[in-house]
């Protein structure tokens, strides 16, 4: 301890700091809401949550693409609202209105990513710009596809930095459009038949838990390939320095 440090009076433990308190507090409070909720209202079936979005015709489809698109604007979990999706329209209906949803905001984000500029990204989604945009330009189409493969890669993140990177707009729509689709597949299919625990749900498992594997793979060995790349780097910089040393020195 520092000297002029104050010490804790013993037998008192040290005081958390206020934001950690505050966040126990709100995380008591929500349990003890959704606990009091579940005991004392009763929740409908599946068939009436069904039957009650199928009276709302096409208009509930168009209603669910907007707030998914709205959701992927921000970092809150958007495969919540996938299974959810999934339990409350079906697997077919709920793909489709969820698929065209996160199409439209992998889109606003991508133009908004590029208007509101590199430090406002990077506070909002706590990305580094630098490290993704080397990604995406060395590999273009295979990189956006590859990260939209992996279903535990923050996609609101992925879409507002790819709009500040150099990959190309026809990469990221291609690999938005194709690399989208297992995961939005799979966690549509664990809300629509989860309830059932048949084979669609262990597809739809196995599904993820591929992805999520392949994923960690690509990551380590990307991670193991980095210093490699930075030591050829810096062999090269200071081969390139030494040559212009060498070429003053002859000059006369």
Not at 104 to 111: D, E, K, N, S
Not at 130 to 143: V, W
Not at 223 to 233: F, K, L, M, N, V
Request: proline share 6%; charged share 15%.
């Amino acid at each position: 301890m520092t000297p002029g440090a104050e010490s804790p009076p013993a037998g008192r433990a040290p005081l958390a700091p206020r934001g950690a308190v505050a966040r126990a507090a709100a995380l008591g409070v929500f349990v003890a809401v959704a606990v009091a909720v579940g005991v004392l209202v009763p929740l409908p079936s599946v068939d009436e949550v069904r039957a009650a979005v199928a009276d709302l015709g096409p208009w509930g489809g168009v209603a669910l693409a907007l707030a998914y698109a709205a959701v992927t604007l921000t970092p809150a979990p958007k495969n919540v609202l996938s299974i959810a999706a999934g339990l409350a329209f079906g697997f077919w209906t709920a793909l489709l209105w969820v698929y065209l949803g996160a199409l439209i905001g992998a889109a606003v984000a991508f133009v908004l990513g590029r208007a509101l500029g590199r430090d406002a990204v990077e506070r909002f989604t706590g990305a580094r710009v630098a490290a993704i945009d080397d990604l995406l330009a060395r590999r273009g189409l295979l990189a956006v596809l590859g990260v939209r493969l992996v279903p535990v890669v923050p996609f609101t993140a992925i879409n507002y930095v790819a709009g500040l990177t150099a990959v190309r707009r026809r990469d990221y729509a291609v690999g938005t459009v194709l690399g989208i689709i297992p995961g939005t597949v799979a966690y549509v299919a664990l809300g629509a038949f989860g309830l059932e625990l048949g084979w669609p749900v262990w597809v739809a498992l196995g599904v993820l838990g591929a992805l999520t594997l392949a994923g960690a793979v690509v990551a380590w060995r990307g991670r193991r390939r980095r210093p490699d790349a930075r030591a050829a780097r810096t062999d090269h910089a200071r081969s390139v320095t030494d040559a212009r040393a060498a070429s003053r020195e002859e000059r006369p």
